[in-house]
């Protein structure tokens, strides 16, 4: 079982919808992160959070919008998306390296949300 | 910038046979990481492997071995005695220099992937 929860696993939406991605980890990771996935593509950076604070924005469109309201918690916040928008999104957590074990930077990813937009 | 190059969009094995998945990369830096995931049709990564640029010897984790090459810039994935459960895309990946801590991530690029089919 993954230690990197995400829900919902599927979500259909219209353009002019709100909705909400969610991810949880348990796992003290304090680096957590958001892909977009399209299909027969390889995952692409959106956002890092480090200690709760954007990190990194891989200028991705603002009807995206992320949150990292604690240690264990990252949303992304989805508006007035478009269809080309559908794909599959990524949660991911890394440990700091300081827990003894090897310092590999390794991804726990979950399961991914798979996002259709009509 | 990074860039990893995985050439290999389709490859077919034979059950109980090994396999050698294809990855070059290129990078300034001196210290990076290298990775390779498994992703079934469900959607989730798992991590497999991992080789540090400093690592002398090749990365073992049970069936899956890391050919790691330095001078030729290559990260192949053997696997050996393949299963069913393997067929999967197999995503070669690499990190850069991590981040001063305490902040402790990094960026990791992505090869577009292989897709590898294990035949009864």
């Known amino acids: 079982d993954t230690e990197v929860t995400q829900t919902p696993k599927h979500l259909v939406m219209g353009m002019t919808n709100k909705k909400s991605l969610k991810c949880e980890q348990h796992m003290g990771h304090r680096a957590m992160y958001w892909y977009k996935q399209k299909a027969k593509k390889p995952p692409e950076l959106m956002f890092v959070?480090?200690?709760?604070?954007?990190?990194i924005n891989e200028s991705v469109p603002s009807r995206f919008s992320p949150e990292c309201p604690n240690s264990s918690l990252l949303n992304l916040h989805l508006h007035a998306l478009q269809p080309e928008d559908s794909a599959l999104y990524l949660c991911a957590s890394s440990p700091r390296g300081t827990s003894g074990r090897v310092d590999t930077g390794e991804l726990f990813f979950g399961e991914g949300s798979r996002l259709t937009v009509l | 910038a990074q860039k990893i190059t995985q050439t290999q969009p389709g490859m077919f094995v034979q059950e109980k046979e090994a396999v050698t998945l294809d990855c070059t990369y290129d990078?300034?830096?001196?210290?990076?990481?290298l990775f390779w995931y498994k992703q079934p049709s469900s959607g989730e990564m798992i991590f497999l492997i991992y080789q540090g640029s400093y690592d002398e010897q090749n990365a073992t984790e049970g069936r899956y071995s890391l050919n790691f090459q330095k001078a030729r810039k290559s990260a192949n994935l053997v696997i050996s005695a393949s299963q069913l459960g393997d067929s999967a895309m197999y995503f070669c990946?690499?990190?850069?220099?991590?981040?001063?801590?305490?902040?402790?991530?990094?960026?990791?690029?992505f090869g577009i992937g292989t897709k590898l089919q294990v035949i009864p």
């Open positions: 990078t300034s830096d001196q210290s990076y990481g």
């Open positions: 990946a690499m990190r850069e220099p991590r981040n001063p801590r305490p902040w402790g991530y990094q960026k990791v690029t």
């Open positions: 959070y480090s200690y709760e604070k954007l990190s």
